[in-house]
């Protein structure tokens, strides 16, 4: 037997003028309604890990790189300090 899946429907209340005025104007500018626009932020943020999913992947990758090796790529991109005497 098929499972019958029904769309899901989202109210969001409290929403000031300003920021419905804001939702309108970047829909507006796509050419969309704004319902569109907010399913595609929902799915543009659901498709996307959470900072703890985040943090658990990246935490788990291992890497050659030192901090030594990070600091002396930057001071190469940076300017001497006002002060450098050197």
């Known amino acids: 037997m098929k499972k019958c899946v029904l769309p899901k429907t989202l ?6 003028d300003e920021e419905y005025a ?8 796509v050419g969309i309604t704004v319902p569109e626009l ?9 498709s996307r890990p959470s900072v703890l999913e985040w943090v658990a992947i ?20 940076r300017e001497p300090w006002a002060n450098d005497r050197s």
């Open 11 to 16: 109210q969001i209340r409290d929403i000031t």
């Open 22 to 29: 804001s939702l309108r104007r970047h829909a507006a500018e």
């Open 38 to 46: 907010d399913r595609r932020e929902i799915e543009r943020i659901a």
């Open 58 to 77: 990246t935490q788990r990758r291992t890497s050659n790189v030192t901090t030594s090796m990070v600091i002396d790529a930057l001071d190469g991109t």
